[in-house]
T-cell receptor
Framework: AQTVTQSQPEMSVQEAETVTLSCTYD???????LFWYKQPPSRQMILVIR??????QNATENRFSVNFQKAAKSFSLKISDSQLGDAAMYFC????????????FGKGMKLTVNP | DADVTQTPRNRITKTGKRIMLECSQT?????MYWYRQDPGLGLRLIYY???????NKGEISDGYSVSRQAQAKFSLSLESAIPNQTALYFC???????????????FGPGTRLTVL
């Protein structure tokens, strides 16, 4: 079974600075997808960014980018120019490439942004 | 209007009561999911359905049942609620959609359930 590990339960960053959230996963599959979801206090789950395992290029979405290291099974999220609105729980998630499409989540990490 | 809606948004019930959480979607997706979120544990899959005639157990299905009444509706039931089912429950959908949406799950706003 696949597992996703977020080893840091909490992090903080100063506004306008850069922060990196770490995620590792375990799988024997070669075809899969990885996601970062954000959950603000409103509790809505918001997709931040996704990465297809077959793509070598790291995904980027505005201030958000990932460092995808397939061999190391590492998938970190970098937030540049942090804003107060980035404060939230962040979840890393894994999805198999075929079949069930179930998401396997990490336990989450709380990000605080200090003004 | 929200694409994925959940009712109720908050519910307090007592041990032993039957309760149903409902999920509706207007995205036209064929796949629907129920997840449970507990502090420090992330989200865990309870049940999922790929169409009206297809229901599958997830990681933590014991104590829960589901019904896929239509493509757009997927309900989660707790036949006899117990306190350790106190959690935040999310419905999600996925489908072919646009190329950007493909492989993505869209979440409802969540239902906060408290079992006393």
């Amino acid at each position: 079974a696949q597992t996703v590990t977020q080893s840091q339960p909490e992090m903080s960053v100063q506004e306008a600075e850069t922060v990196t959230l770490s995620c590792t996963y375990d799988t024997s599959e070669s075809d899969y997808y990885l996601f970062w979801y954000k959950q603000p206090p409103s509790r809505q789950m918001i997709l931040v960014i996704r990465q297809e395992a077959y793509k070598q290029q790291n995904a980027t979405e505005n201030r958000f980018s990932v460092n995808f290291q397939k061999a190391a099974k590492s998938f970190s999220l970098k937030i540049s120019d942090s804003q107060l609105g980035d404060a939230a729980m962040y979840f890393c998630a894994y999805r198999s490439g075929g079949g069930s499409e179930k998401l396997v989540f990490g336990k989450g990490m709380k990000l605080t942004v200090n003004p | 209007d929200a694409d994925v809606t959940q009712t109720p948004r908050n519910r307090i019930t007592k041990t032993g009561k039957r309760i149903m959480l409902e999920c509706s979607q207007t995205k036209g997706h064929d796949r629907m999911y129920w997840y449970r979120q507990d502090p420090g544990l992330g989200l865990r899959l309870i049940y999922y359905s790929f169409d009206v005639k297809d229901i599958n157990k997830g990681e933590i299905s014991d104590g829960y049942s589901v019904s896929r009444q239509a493509q757009a509706k997927f309900s989660l039931s707790l036949e006899s609620a117990i306190p350790n089912q106190t959690a935040l429950y999310f419905c999600a959908t996925s489908g072919i959609g646009t190329s950007k949406e493909r492989n993505e799950q869209f979440f409802g706003p969540g239902t906060r359930l408290t079992v006393l």
